[in-house]
């Protein structure tokens, strides 16, 4: 039986490296070369580090940390995830996730693709596979939110694990 996509085989520091929102993410699979069923991208964060809260309307996001350790904030549900964690973020549900250790090495695989084009239209490209030099500016909040709600990625808030009002 033919398939309709080509098989992809990268390795560790092969893909299109590109520094967003402050932290190196290298596209391994994106969806022109998976006939938009799925997207996987390698993350490599500092410590603090976090996207606002947010939801995705359009897909899926799982996550599998290769190295460090992250929180996550999942639907009010705080999860630790060391090394060798996988989460789970099903669409429409609201979530973040901060870095604990001095940095993070993960993957995050999005179903299906679309996600990689938002962090292409907000990102440059690497010149390093590195952590982005001090003093790169982010977009302002103000483009963030814009770019993220052409892609079905509606932000609810600041980025860090929110706190709990009970």
Do not use: C
């Amino acid at each position: 039986m033919a398939s309709d996509t080509s098989p992809i085989a990268l390795q560790r520091d092969e893909g299109e490296a590109l520094w967003f929102l402050g932290l190196l993410a290298i596209v391994k699979a994106a969806g022109e070369a998976t006939n938009g069923r799925f997207a996987l991208i390698e993350h490599l964060a500092p410590q603090r580090w976090s996207p606002p809260l947010h939801v995705h309307r359009r897909e899926d996001e799982w996550f599998y940390v290769l190295e460090g350790q992250l929180t996550f904030w999942v639907d009010g549900r705080v999860i630790a995830a060391p090394a060798g964690s996988f989460v789970y973020g099903p669409r429409n549900i609201p979530h973040t996730f901060e870095v604990v250790s001095s940095t993070a090495r993960f993957l995050v695989v999005v179903e299906p693709a679309g996600f990689e084009n938002f962090v292409r239209t907000l990102a440059t490209p690497a010149s390093s596979l590195a952590l982005p030099p001090a003093g790169m500016e982010p977009p302002n909040p103000e483009r963030l939110t814009e770019v993220a709600r052409e892609y079905g990625i509606h932000i609810l808030g600041p980025p860090g694990i929110p706190q709990s009002t009970d």
